[in-house]
Nanobody, 117 residues
Framework: QVQLVESGGGLVQPGGSLRLSCAASGSSINTMGWYRQAPGKQRELVAT???????NYAASVKGRFTIPRDNAKNTVYLQMNSLKPEDTAVYYC?????????????WGQGTQVTVSS
């Protein structure tokens, strides 16, 4: 079992920055990532990062968001710059782990990010 604790959400003005954090319990965590869900929309991928540091970003955030990771602390971050109102959503952290050859994805509780003037 993996537990994820997220922090860092809040209200920010357009053009501002915000940093989310997600700490995972347990060991042997593989890929970690961030997803988001805006009101009335489906949950979508924001960014992922492997243990080796390979990253993947949604086209809508590329160049504005980065996803650093501290493997020693099992912690992943989402640095969000040049925020836009359309970035408003609940952001969820994920952690992937394989147990007895079965892959599992664990989800955090979500943290609200609101971009508004």
């Amino acid at each position: 079992q993996v537990q994820l604790v997220e922090s860092g959400g809040g209200l920010v003005q357009p053009g501002g920055s915000l940093r989310l954090s997600c700490a995972a319990s347990g060991s042997s965590i593989n890929t970690m990532g961030w997803y988001r869900q805006a009101p009335g929309k489906q949950r979508e991928l924001v960014a992922t990062i492997t243990t080796g540091g390979s990253t993947n970003y949604a086209a809508s955030v590329k160049g504005r968001f980065t996803i650093p990771r501290d493997n020693a602390k099992n912690t992943v971050y989402l640095q969000m710059n040049s925020l836009k109102p359309e970035d408003t959503a609940v952001y969820y952290c994920t952690a992937d782990k394989v147990i007895n050859i079965v892959p599992y994805r664990y989800w955090g509780q979500g943290t609200q990010v609101t971009v508004s003037s």
